[in-house]
């Protein structure tokens, strides 16, 4: 159920749209967190969003999405003053999210196949400024600086600092960790008809302003491959990363889930200071909609795992190493692209995931 709306503010036309889903899609599809809530808000997933394409008169443009799971909820506010194609275009964000920490404190359960709730969700406070360097070529990048403000809390929306095996959550000790971020990321594209080239490179540095506050170096990158094989189409990627220096373990590398390694729980095989995950996949076509896949991932934390403070994988009897393979089918539309997967991991347990592309992505 949605509905889009524009309203004339001035020689301004203002864009607001509401989306609304009831329970019933949300639950057929993700798994999620079982509370207890007497709002009838919390069972409704919802987008709204707000767009003002000359706030004071000046093409200042001003986004405001909100974004409500059935077990999380995301505020993003962008403000973007005009600037010359040359120079790099900055906007100022606001952004407060609340998500379930599944991925390095969720129980795997099934044989790994599934991740359930450890009780803990993290709150993200961040404020900052982005940089959008001119295009290049097939180049870009994008750098920003950023406070960050992160607070774990319970089931219940209370603050905690300590998992339920109580091991500490934060790198601080306290209820909450701060940092200053400044992160730099490089993208590479190049796609013709039969095949595309993808690199992306991240880097974050937290900086040192104040003694209590992180300081760390994370990286990460992601290079992917596609080539027309025949009829067929070939997509390979690697993914790999490391932090070193101050880190929560909320911060470590999670592998398993539907963008890791399918036929594992999101972070159930493993989740470290590092990573290494390979995926493959052949697509086949069958009619002008639908597609065949067929899929093999690999994922290992590379025995980084008892280096995340408290060592929640090992805890958990995460194996740190794990192989994936199935099929799936593809159906194509101007929608975009929805995604069916029957995976099965090294325990024999099966899982179906579904997920959908949108145009352009």
């Given amino acids: ?38 709002s009838p808000f919390s069972q409704i997933i919802a987008r709204i969003s707000v767009k003002h394409p000359n706030l004071f008169g000046r093409n200042e443009k001003l986004d405001v999405l909100w974004d409500k799971g059935l077990d999380d909820s995301n505020i993003l506010i962008a403000f973007r003053r005009p600037r010359p194609d040359w120079l790099s275009q900055q906007s100022f964000t606001i952004q407060h999210s609340v998500t379930p920490e599944i991925a390095v404190h969720g129980l795997p359960v099934d044989h790994f196949s599934r991740s359930g709730s450890g009780g803990v969700n993290l709150s993200r406070f961040s404020a900052g400024l982005d940089f959008n360097e001119p295009s290049t070529s097939h180049w870009s990048s994008t750098t920003s600086i950023k406070f960050e403000h992160v607070r774990p809390v319970n089931n219940e929306g209370r603050s905690i600092n300590r998992d339920a095996h109580g091991f500490p959550i934060t790198s601080s000790g306290s209820s909450y960790d701060n940092m200053v971020v400044l992160k730099q990321e490089a993208q590479y594209a190049n796609a013709s008809d039969d095949s595309f080239t993808r690199l992306n490179f991240q880097m974050e540095q937290g900086l040192p302003l104040l003694s209590k506050w992180l300081i760390f170096n994370r990286f990460k990158f992601v290079a992917s491959k596609g080539m027309r094989l025949g009829p067929t189409f070939l997509v ?53 909609e639908f597609e065949g896949a067929i899929f093999m991932d690999f994922g290992s934390d590379l025995g980084s795992a008892r280096h995340v403070p408290g060592n929640p994988a090992l805890r958990q009897g995460k194996p740190g190493f794990g192989v994936g393979l199935g099929y799936g089918i593809r159906f194509n539309s101007h929608f975009g692209q929805l995604r069916v997967d029957y995976a099965i991991n090294a325990f024999q347990r099966k899982t179906v995931y579904f997920g959908i592309n949108n145009v352009g992505s």
């Fill in 236 to 288: 390979t990627s690697l993914t790999g990363g490391s932090i070193v220096g101050d880190m929560a373990p909320y911060q470590a590398f999670a592998i398993g889930g539907i963008d890791s390694v399918r036929g594992y729980g999101e972070g159930a095989v493993g989740s470290g200071r590092s990573c290494l995950v390979t995926n493959g996949e052949f697509t086949i076509p069958l009619t002008k």
């Fill in 1 to 38: 159920m949605g509905a889009q709306k524009s309203i004339h503010a001035g020689k301004a036309k203002v864009d607001f749209n509401v989306d609304l889903s009831q329970k019933l899609c949300g639950a057929l599809l993700l798994p999620h967190i079982s509370r207890q809530s007497s």
